[in-house]
């Protein structure tokens, strides 16, 4: 049986961070600072993840690769010099590890005043490999620019942002259930774990899809991931990231409102979406 870690914390607001947050693809055309960089890698070499899957991130910078060293985002990010990618290794609970892990250090960055962007698609795979080292039986799913935001957006982020409807999220009726799937779940029934949902809710994700859905059974949120049959391997991989990520809000957050709880797999008894791919579920602590 899959075994669950203990996930402390983190040290700053963090609803407030998820709120603040906003995908940056315009900054200023300068490096990180010493004393930013510093503060950034050291809070990451302090996190983890609750299935215990090790997420190694890779500090990649325009100012230090060398003359020939590319790093190509296909114009859709300005300025930014420096950039973090990911890779894992290929093994259960990967994708929701990078999701989870990476999107606590997004939200310290925000705490921070900093910008950020997930990307998946929009870059260079081979630019960066040439700036990494991937290790045997790894993947590499991901990348982010970190920088300082420019006051105003490019045109081109305006038109992609406004394409992704980056501001719009489903309405609870849409992602939590009741029981089963045939019940939707009240913001009132949510109980203690209204915030914890509404910052779920909130989570960014690939083209703005939100590709999850939630079941409250009694003392129990069940996350399922939300795609078709036949999907290819790497967008399957992608949701499974963006479910890490709503996980890492939820988490998070109740944590932070004195709510404990573990992560656990259950046999689910209800019937469920075809579309609907169960992945585990969180068992709050009953007082």
């Known amino acids: 049986m899959m075994k669950f870690n203990e996930t402390e914390k983190m040290p700053f607001d963090v609803a ?5 947050r906003e995908s940056t693809r315009t900054f200023e055309p300068k490096p990180l600072s010493p004393e930013d960089k510093a503060a950034l890698l050291g809070f990451y070499e302090s996190q983890t993840n609750p299935f215990g899957v090790e997420v190694r991130v ?5 100012e ?7 790093l190509g985002t296909y ?8 950039f973090l990618a990911l890779t894992v290794k290929d093994q259960p609970f990967a994708m929701e590890a990078v999701g989870y892990q990476f999107e606590n250090f997004v939200l310290k960055a925000t705490d921070m005043g900093l910008g950020t962007v997930w990307l998946a698609a929009t870059f260079s795979r081979k630019d960066f490999e ?3 080292e991937i290790k045997d039986g790894e993947l590499f799913p991901c990348i ?3 920088g300082y935001p420019l006051g105003r957006r490019s045109i081109l982020e305006r038109v992609t942002r406004a394409s992704l ?5 489903k309405a609870w009726s849409k992602i939590f259930f009741d029981g089963d799937f045939d019940h939707p779940l009240s913001e009132n029934a949510s109980g203690a774990y209204r915030n914890a949902l509404e910052m779920l809710r909130l989570a960014p994700s690939a083209t703005n899809s939100q590709p999850w859905a939630v079941v409250k059974e009694g003392n129990e949120f069940h996350f399922f991931n939300d795609y078709k049959a036949g999907v290819s391997s790497d967008v399957e991989k992608i949701k499974h990231v963006d479910l890490g990520i709503a996980l890492s809000h939820f988490h998070q957050t109740a944590l932070q409102d004195g709510l404990n709880g573990k992560f ?24």
């Open 144 to 146: 982010c620019p970190i």
């Open 264 to 287: 656990e797999i259950r046999d689910i008894k209800f019937d469920f979406p075809e579309n609907m791919h169960y992945v585990l579920s969180f068992c709050a602590s009953v007082s």
């Open 75 to 82: 114009g859709t990010i300005k300025g930014a010099k420096d």
């Open 58 to 62: 890779q500090y990649v910078s325009k």
């Open 130 to 132: 040439r700036s990494m």
């Open 64 to 70: 230090t690769g060398g003359e020939n060293v590319k």
């Open 165 to 169: 409807g980056s501001k719009n999220r």
């Open 16 to 20: 407030k961070a998820i709120r603040e």
